[in-house]
């Protein structure tokens, strides 16, 4: 794509030090080689130069250099999904957005906040906390990843029980082509508050940017929700043997939208996360139940005991009980509230033996024991221990779930890494072939998803036309070429 005996690499580095200054221009090769992998399967690659912009201006201008000369750009906030989504596809420039770290402007009447995609979630956690706020966090990563790259990807919050799936409200973003849109309210200069995601002509852009991973454009700016801070906070545990039972007790509290936060987990995965060291996490998949289930209820003292009064009457109807604490393991709730709070997501979890690779879906409930049963026997055949298979289910909406399944493996075992990567990407073929729904393909289960879905593989390749025309914002990232 670029032609590098026709342009020079010394060349690129001074026209973007002209936009950035020379210190934002990144080119020590030991630098670069971080920036270029993660502990997904995406194949490393490693950029020419990392240039990093403050301002929206500089993104703008960035941009339209890397039109002017065909320069492939992977946008990149924090480096947390862990998927392969900030490893160069092809061989150019990332353009890294960490230092564009403004709080704006917060909304108190409306629970709303103005950021820019370097503002992390531990950064924002902090914020909201001084005006009686929180901020709704990742499942699975990290309190040092970016709130605007994880709510534009639409990465699973502990939260999605009670507040739905899309928590940016509106966003200014740079396209492809260099040209600045504004979505929602965003759009309308004239409005103070512009958090409505619908008002004017521009209302119904808002979706189209979410899970792009970063090829139509780079949202610079965005407003975001955020949700009160209640000083009763109260954990509750339902624990079984067969997730069949704790599925049944999931479709209730959904009926009577009780907690804020839900999630179930089988052993290994509520191990991982509950373990203080990972030499623990054996000894204590082994101590707990095959199945918890964990129910956060927060509000006013009356509010969260008539709940409780709630919980309690649907677990007992099903001859389960309900539990403030988990036996054998000390301070359990406040392990889980602390990581929702400032989650350590896969930066923990991974360090029972060095890397974590998750498959992460949308499913029913009723195909979930289907699904486990044939991820088990997947692992038998790649002689995976089916027992240190990670599962974590959060409702969606009712009857949906997202689903996923986690693989632990040693990064400088070549043999064991090839293993589980063979196992992962069948297991997704598998998936996808039985009627999973993946809504955010990464690497090749792209290519899986997207080859079975040829009129809307077309459709994006025509919007990316569009917005992108000279191919160049993270190419072949989410498109099949």
């Known amino acids: 794509m670029i032609d590098m005996e026709s342009i020079s690499l010394e060349f690129l580095q001074e026209g973007f030090s002209n936009i950035v200054g020379v210190e934002d221009v990144i080119s020590d090769p030991h630098t670069l080689e971080k920036y270029s992998k993660d502990q997904s399967f995406v194949p490393p690659r490693k950029p020419l130069l990392v240039v990093r912009p403050e301002t929206m201006t500089e993104v703008q201008e960035i941009v339209k250099m890397a039109n002017r000369y065909k320069v492939p750009l992977t946008p990149y906030s924090s480096g947390k999904n862990n998927q392969g989504t900030t490893i160069p596809f092809a061989t150019g420039v990332i353009i890294d957005l960490s230092k564009m770290d403004r709080v704006s402007e917060i909304d108190m009447e409306n629970r709303n906040v103005a950021i820019e995609p370097g503002v992390t979630f531990a950064q924002l956690q902090k914020e909201a906390k001084k005006h009686d706020l929180r901020v709704l966090t990742p499942i699975e990563l990290p309190s040092s990843a970016s709130v605007i790259a994880t709510y534009i990807e639409l990465c699973p919050l502990y939260s999605w029980p009670k507040y739905g799936t899309e928590n940016m409200l509106t966003m200014e973003l740079v396209l492809g082509n260099g040209d600045i849109l504004r979505t929602g309210s965003s759009a309308t200069p004239i409005i103070d508050k512009p958090y409505d995601p619908v008002a004017g002509p521009y209302g119904f852009l808002n979706k189209i940017w979410f899970g792009s991973q970063g090829t139509l454009g780079i949202v610079t700016r965005g407003i975001v929700k955020l949700k009160t801070l209640h000083d009763t906070n109260k954990v509750f545990f339902v624990s079984s043997d067969k997730i069949d039972n704790i599925l049944r007790v999931v479709k209730d509290i959904k009926r009577a939208r009780i907690g804020e936060e839900i999630f179930l987990a089988n052993n290994m995965e509520l191990a991982l996360l509950l373990a203080e060291n990972p030499s623990d996490v054996i000894e204590l998949r082994k101590a707990l139940e095959p199945w918890t289930l964990v129910v956060i209820i927060r509000g006013f003292n009356e509010e969260v005991e008539f709940q409780e009064k709630d919980l309690g009457d649907i677990v007992a109807k099903y001859n389960m009980k ?59 055949k790649y002689d995976y221990p089916s027992e240190n298979i990670g599962c974590f289910m959060l409702p969606v909406e009712l009857g949906s779930v997202h689903y996923q399944y986690s693989f632990a493996r040693d990064p400088n075992d070549p043999s064991e890494t090839q293993k589980v990567k063979e196992l992962f990407y069948e297991l997704c073929d598998l998936l996808i072939k039985q009627g999973a729904f993946f809504s955010r393909p990464y690497g090749d289960c792209a290519r899986l998803v997207y080859s079975r879905t040829p009129n809307y593989y077309s459709f994006i390749k025509e919007l990316k036309k569009i917005v992108d025309p000279e191919y160049i914002m993270n190419p072949n990232k989410i498109f099949v070429i």
């Open 322 to 380: 309900l539990r403030d604490e988990i036996k054998g393991i000390e301070s359990a709730n406040k392990i889980i509230l602390n990581e929702i709070e400032f989650p350590h997501g896969w930066e923990k979890t991974s360090q029972f033996k060095g890397a974590r690779n998750v498959i992460p879906f949308i499913t029913t409930t009723e195909t979930i024991q289907e699904f486990n049963n044939l991820a088990y026997r997947l692992a038998d």
